[in-house]
């Protein structure tokens, strides 16, 4: 599966759950388990509760998810 063939959703933090895993609920109302994606942890780029994230989704299992962009509020 390559990145293309993933979901893209966008929500807000609603949790963090430690070591980059946070819980994400999306404009839907589906709540997702997602952690953070290798650049923004290279970057050290923060995400709080209550930021707006964009999370990509395997269309095989839409519980967990990974954060890859931090929207502009």
């Not at 599966?1 to 980059?20: A, F, P, W």
């Not at 946070?22 to 209550?50: Q, Y």
């Not at 707006?52 to 269309?59: F, L, T």
Request: cysteine-free.
């Amino acid at each position: 599966m390559t990145r293309e063939d993933l979901i893209k959703l966008e929500g807000y933090v609603t949790k963090t759950l430690g070591d980059g895993h946070m819980e994400v609920e999306t404009n839907e109302g589906v709540k997702i388990r997602a952690m953070l994606s290798g650049r923004l942890k290279r970057f050290k780029i923060r995400v709080l509760m209550g930021d707006r994230v964009e999370v990509a989704v395997s269309p095989y299992d839409p519980t967990h998810g990974l954060i890859t962009y931090r929207l502009k509020s």
